[in-house]
């Protein structure tokens, strides 16, 4: 597997892993009807907006790694007590 698509695949990298092959999964079985996955694009856009201001606070506030590792998101998700996407 080609570098770029591992590190797409790794869950520490990518936050929103599920939320992108629920996509793909959509697409597949409604034979690429975008409007019929509609859903599950919003949910993936909304994922990556989330994790993304996630990711500036924590440039901001100087912790390393800016991407937090899967464990700290599961954390940060069970804090708030609900998927806030």
């Known amino acids: 597997m080609p570098m770029v ?9 990518n936050p929103c892993l599920l939320e992108s ?3 793909t ?7 690429y009807d975008r409007e019929r996955c509609s859903t599950y694009f919003l949910k993936y856009k909304n994922c ?3 994790w993304n201001s996630i990711v500036v606070q ?3 506030n100087g912790v390393k790694p800016s991407m ?10 069970g804090a ?3 998927m806030p996407y």
């Open 5 to 13: 698509a591992r590190r797409l695949r790794d869950p520490d990298i």
């Open 21 to 23: 092959d629920a996509s």
């Open 25 to 31: 999964r959509c697409m597949d079985e409604n034979n």
């Open 48 to 50: 990556r907006k989330f």
């Open 58 to 60: 924590r440039r901001q």
């Open 68 to 77: 937090p590792t899967a464990a700290e998101r599961d954390e940060i998700l």
């Open 80 to 82: 708030m007590g609900k």
